[in-house]
T-cell receptor, first 110, second 113 residues
């Protein structure tokens, strides 16, 4: 069974601080996605990483895919209250399926 | 999310009752999915349909059935609801190409007493 473990599970920080969220597995994934979910809504895709070692930036968010394609990280620089939400990683399993991580709930205090 | 519509948004059932969760997409994507989301466990795949006319089990299919009625619609049925099925259910679609995004509905919050 493929599993994706995210850490930390909860994170509460002050506006302006930096943070990193980790997504780890013992399995190799052909691609990995990061989603953000806000209360009462479904997850929304932030980024997809495909190549081992790949780094993608989305404004203040930096995503990295591990060289072995088993892990990924999300780094947020100068966090803002608008970054508050549940962050989920999802690894592609086969052609159609995705395995989701356990989630990191982030709260950024003004 | 205009692309994926779920009904109902909320439902309370008694143990043993049955119900069907409806999902419809207007994005013409081939693949559709049903997930459940429980605290601390992320999203777990219940069933998916790679294309019209096909369905396959995901990680947690026990107690559920699905129907891919046509390309637009993918329903999830609980034949005899149990308290362990209390959860938030999400329907999603996707083009069926790995790496392409899934689009999610806003969820159905289901409580079983």
């Amino acid at each position: 069974t493929q599993l994706l473990e995210q850490s930390p599970q909860f994170l509460s920080i002050q506006e302006g601080e930096n943070l990193t969220v980790y997504c780890n597995s013992s399995s190799v994934f052909s691609s990995l996605q990061w989603y953000r979910q806000e209360p009462g809504e479904g997850p929304v895709l932030l980024v997809t990483v495909v190549t081992g070692g790949e780094v993608k930036k989305l404004k203040r968010l930096t995503f990295q895919f591990g060289d072995a394609r088993k892990d990924s990280s999300l780094h947020i620089t100068a966090a803002q209250p608008g970054d508050t939400g549940l962050y989920l990683c999802a690894g592609a399993s086969g052609t159609y399926k995705y395995i989701f991580g356990t989630g990191t709930r982030l709260k950024v205090l003004a | 999310n205009a692309g994926v519509t779920q009904t109902p948004k909320f439902q309370v059932l008694k143990t043993g009752q049955s119900m069907t969760l409806q999902c419809a997409q207007d994005m013409n994507h081939n693949s559709m999915y049903w997930y459940r989301q429980d605290p601390g466990m992320g999203l777990r795949l219940i069933y998916y349909s790679a294309s019209e006319g096909t369905t396959d089990k995901g990680e947690v299919p026990n107690g559920y059935n699905v129907s891919r009625l046509n390309k637009r619609e993918f329903s999830l049925r609980l034949e005899s609801a149990a308290p362990s099925q209390t959860s938030v259910y999400f329907c999603a679609n996707g083009p069926g190409v790995v790496g392409q995004p899934q689009h999610f509905g806003d969820g159905t919050r289901l409580s079983i007493l």
